[in-house]
């Protein structure tokens, strides 16, 4: 059975860094393209970072304050969110596929965690 499970959400303050892992099982995981997405209430779910063995992508709006990167030896895949502003307030999600393409739509991936809060208080 393929899992994935995110950790490391919280309350943090504006300005303030947290770093997200999602432990994956059940896949060969060095070959994956991993994502990070969010969805804040009442908004649409939207891409935010991803990962796989030829490069990174980033949304425009987290470019330079985030830095997905991956254990491919612990099978995690890690978001550090530096700078942190109220926007960034959401469910964030981690989600994989063995497609080789870093796609930046929800359908682009077949497997997704169950989702850890971040808040950002002023």
Same mark, same amino acid.
């Given at each position: 059975?393929?899992?994935?499970?995110?950790?490391?959400?919280?309350?943090?303050?504006?300005?303030?860094?947290?770093?997200?892992?999602?432990?994956?099982?059940?896949? !060969?995981?060095? %070959?994956?393209?991993?994502?990070?997405?969010?969805?804040?209430?009442? +908004? $649409?779910? $939207?891409?935010?970072?991803?990962?796989?063995? *030829?490069? +990174? @992508?980033?949304?425009?709006?987290? +470019?330079?304050?985030? !830095?997905? *990167?991956? #254990? @491919?030896?612990? @099978? !995690?895949?890690?978001?550090?969110?530096?700078?942190?502003?109220? $926007?960034?307030?959401?469910?964030?999600?981690?989600?994989?596929?063995?497609?080789?393409?870093?796609? %930046?739509?929800?359908?682009?991936? #077949?497997?997704?965690?169950?989702? !850890?809060?971040?808040?950002? *208080?002023?």
């Amino acid at each position: 059975q393929v899992q994935l499970v995110e950790s490391g959400g919280g309350l943090v303050q504006a300005g303030g860094s947290l770093r997200l892992s999602c432990a994956a099982s059940g896949l !060969t995981f060095s %070959s994956l393209t991993l994502a990070w997405f969010r969805q804040a209430p009442g +908004k $649409e779910r $939207e891409f935010v970072a991803t990962i796989s063995w *030829s490069g +990174k @992508n980033y949304a425009d709006s987290v +470019k330079g304050r985030f !830095t997905v *990167s991956r #254990d @491919n030896a612990k @099978n !995690t895949v890690y978001l550090q969110m530096d700078s942190l502003k109220l $926007e960034d307030t959401a469910v964030y999600y981690c989600a994989a596929t063995p497609r080789v393409r870093r796609g %930046s739509a929800s359908y682009d991936y #077949d497997v997704w965690g169950q989702g !850890t809060q971040v808040t950002v *208080s002023s």
